[in-house]
């Protein structure tokens, strides 16, 4: 199988534009999650989708959205970018048929806000 | 509130010696716990996870973990370390059922010097 895919690896931004990652998860998982990481916060829990649902939503400004599509392929938006949203952003799936089983995580995408 | 306290930013030692990374977890109930790894500009791989089964837990890469209760611990070892250890740990748990939302402690970077 393959793993969890995300894209793209690198991302320059300017302050105050948007910017859309993409996350594709392992065949058959229908969890997808999304995390953001920083030296200073650590990793912290940004959302879950299920099924195309959000089901949980981390304490993040309402900049952060995210959505699911029908083939369980997951988008994260960030709207007016700030300095401080340079992250490496991690997608992770899970199979929700093992319930609490391990979440299998991307390689990350490295946004550079500038 | 569920939270992971990992202890020492940075634990060092050498090649062939004892490993082991410190984890505390706070949680009213039993918690599913993991110890994911991070390598350079890479995404978290699991190591090993407790989901309530037995309490020495056995992971990848020779590295094991055991449950303690009274302690609400859950201490990464492995018996010798190899240079390719070299990484960062994180300890993680999921408290609510049938989530996959994991918290994270704030991670050890393993040094392994020759």
């Known amino acids: 199988k393959a793993g969890v895919t995300q894209t793209p690896r690198y991302l320059i931004k300017t302050r105050g534009q948007q910017v859309t990652l993409s996350c594709s998860p392992i065949?058959?998982?229908?969890?997808v999650s999304w995390y953001q990481q920083t030296p200073g916060q650590g990793l912290q829990f940004l959302f879950e989708y299920f099924s195309e649902t959000q089901r949980n939503k981390g304490n993040f400004p309402g900049r952060f959205s995210g959505r699911q599509f029908s083939n369980s392929r997951s988008e994260m938006n960030v709207s007016t970018l700030e300095l401080g949203d340079s992250a490496l952003y991690l997608c992770?799936?899970?199979?929700?048929?093992?319930?609490?089983?391990?979440?299998?995580f991307g390689q990350g995408t490295r946004l550079t806000v500038v | 509130a569920q939270s992971v306290t990992q202890l020492g930013s940075h634990v060092s030692v050498s090649e062939g010696a004892l490993v082991l990374l410190r984890c505390n977890y706070s949680s009213s109930v039993p918690p599913y716990l993991f110890w994911y790894v991070q390598y350079p500009n890479q995404g978290l791989q699991l190591l090993l996870k407790?989901?309530?089964?037995?309490?020495l837990v056995k992971g990848i890469n020779g590295f094991e973990a055991e449950f303690k209760k009274s302690e609400t611990s859950f201490h990464l070892t492995k018996p010798s370390a190899h240079m390719s250890d070299a990484a960062e740990y994180f300890c993680a748990v999921i408290l609510n059922s049938g989530y996959s939302t994991l918290t994270f402690g704030k991670g050890t970077m393993l040094l392994v010097s020759p």
């Open positions: 407790y989901t309530s089964a037995a309490t």
């Open positions: 065949s058959g998982h229908r969890s």
């Open positions: 992770a799936s899970s199979d929700p048929d093992r319930m609490n089983t391990e979440a299998f």
